[in-house]
DNA sequence: TAGATTGTTAATCGATTAACAATC
DNA sequence: TAGATTGTTAATCGATTAACAATC
């Protein structure tokens, strides 16, 4: 199909593209040229007008692009006109930091469970979501109809929530673990990985500092 | 320098290449070839080659790279050798959550500070590290030879505490939060941002599922 | 019409990979 | 010597960017 032209590349940039552009509709503005895009996000501008025609946006030649079009239509593609409920595997710390996050539930992905297998957890409640066993994990994605999974458990455990996961016919991970995890190829994993990031950062602090990009697309404005 | 040969695409595999060979030199295996290592890391066995030829590391033909020295010279690289204290902004959730996460310490990142602007919390201790005004960072900085911030505060504050990460001479940064920091040429960032990961695996599940890459390179093994 | 800006082609750049001579 | 594997060249691939005709 026609989406075998949308690089990862690009699509890495949809979420910076959609930050900016939310901030420009705050302050009114109407259109926005690929120029001011590009300087917002700081990229090249021919790679923003690249980047939208594969996504078959179109903008007015004299003009720029209609803001409100563009979060609409960036919005339907990275799949934010509707929720994606979540379920985060490990009610330890970072599982309850996570739960206590609200702004996951604003951008459309509401933690609806916690799972963990220490029974003096099971059935409390962080931040108002529910601590269910592991155990009862198939059941609950099918109840709740959750749509990704996170793995917020120590490392050793990876392997297997993902397993768990993956019968549970979750289609979409995000690992927090420091080890990867094999799955197979419907479904989609992202890893964070703190302890990565913090030694690719003493890797350039060591060295007389070039300068690195978070989340492997150039995030951050220079 | 010769330094800049090496690409930011090789810097993000050496923490993968590095995990691996931990294992392999629990294993006990003394050599390994490019191709036996390619493939635990998923990458091309090229790509390995080219890789550490660019750190100037040297295998022997016929035989392989003698583990214990790829990851003592990998380590080298990537700063391993010595330690990195941290400063966490912010003993919210998130930041209590890293307190806790031992695996930091572990990997020589160890968390000497915690920073927060709530009296409620100044003086009190998470997980045996204490909590300080944010007014006392340039001090403590100092005091401690804290090396790395982490922004872990609400999104807003995210700017103002990397000015103030910046003044106190801290040279390398890990954003949590949803918004870019500008800093300095001399500062390093990176960003870790859930609801971009979220957003990112939410497309490719809307779609016939491609397969998707933790933190810009292939980490996950397919 | 004159100015602005898109949409797209062609050039460039950089990273990956195949292939193979060198050599252990 | 025969087999294995590196180190590196050259080819390939894909992404970025300059440039400009199209057109609002």
Known sequence: MSSSEISAATV???????????ELAGDESATVSSDHLAELVGVN??????????LRITGTRGVGY?????????????GLNQEWPVAVIGAGNLG??????????????????????????????????????LDDLAGTVAELGIAVGVIATPA??????????VSAGIGSILNFTAHPIIVPDRVV???VDIATELQILSFYQQRGVGTSTGTGVPLEVR
Request: charge should be positive.
């Open 12 to 22: 890495g940039r949809l979420p910076a593209y959609l930050r900016a552009l939310i």
């Open 45 to 54: 501008p021919a790679t923003v007008r690249r980047d939208l025609a594969s």
């Open 66 to 78: 209609d803001v409100k079009y563009l979060v609409f239509e960036i919005s339907v593609e990275l």
């Open 96 to 133: 309850r930091a996570l739960a206590n996050y609200a702004g996951l539930t604003e951008r459309g992905f509401p933690i609806r469970c916690l799972f963990d297998t220490d029974q003096a957890k099971i059935g409390t409640e962080v931040a108002g979501i529910p601590v269910r066993h």
């Open 156 to 165: 050793d455990g990876a392997q297997e929530v993902a397993d768990a996961l």
């Open 189 to 191: 994993v992202r890893r």
